[in-house]
């Protein structure tokens, strides 16, 4: 599966707003392009821009520089990785210093379920693989819902979901403080609800793979390999 340039934005020094979206270029370039300014950038402000507040907050501030362009490089060979895996989409965030990875609740879970299906554990298990390769990062869970419903029902579905991929994950040895989830319900939806094919696209999960601080203070450093 391709990846697909996620529109990302920051913002810089002297309050102007910078929103770069370069599409068909290799994140460890767009690490870079921010500059020293782009250190700045403040997550919710970049959630905000790209439609979504949640996804700021997650991802935080882009590092930005050269530190910026050797995390941009790091992610790009795992996200390479990623794309291989049946049933994922694979994104580019904050520069390329971040990677977002979806699956259609359809592919992991059956109508008002929250037990993974086989074939989800089966993509689960090379992304878990991928994820003890790399291991200087954090990963964060976040299960949705469509509208159908309310949110008595929505919130511990997609709450219980999330923990159901964060504890498959552990059960593949990747480390417990590497992970956390969160279920949003149906607040956050990325198409319309009024037809199925929106409410289909609503009902996912995302998986946020963020730099931890360690990789971080190396790309500081200048040692990130």
Do not use: W
């Amino acid at each position: 599966m391709r990846i697909i340039n996620f529109v990302v934005a920051s913002i810089v020094c002297l309050s102007v707003l910078s929103c770069e979206v370069i599409q068909n270029t290799n994140s460890s370039v767009k690490g870079g392009v921010v500059g020293t300014g782009a250190g700045a950038a403040v997550g919710a402000g970049v959630g905000a821009l790209a439609g979504n507040t949640g996804v700021g907050a997650i991802i935080g501030a882009v590092v930005g520089g050269t530190a910026g362009v050797l995390i941009g490089h790091k992610m790009d060979k795992q996200r390479k990785e990623l794309e291989k895996i049946e049933g994922a989409k694979v994104e580019s965030v904050n520069n390329g210093e971040a990677t977002k990875v979806t699956f259609e609740s359809g592919i992991l879970f059956s109508t008002n379920s929250f037990t993974l299906n086989d074939v989800s554990k089966a993509s689960l298990l090379r992304f878990a693989e991928s994820l003890r390769n790399n291991p200087e990062t954090n990963v964060e869970i976040l299960g949705h819902t469509d509208n159908t419903g309310n949110d008595g029902i929505n919130i511990p579905l997609s709450q219980q979901r999330a923990a159901s991929v964060q504890n498959y994950l552990i059960s593949q040895g990747v480390a417990t403080h590497r992970l956390v989830s969160y279920g949003k319900g149906s607040a956050e939806p990325v198409a319309s609800n009024d037809n199925a094919a929106g409410r289909s696209q609503n009902r996912r999960v995302e998986i946020f793979i963020l730099a931890n601080a360690k990789m971080i203070q190396d790309a500081q450093q200048g040692s990130l390999k």
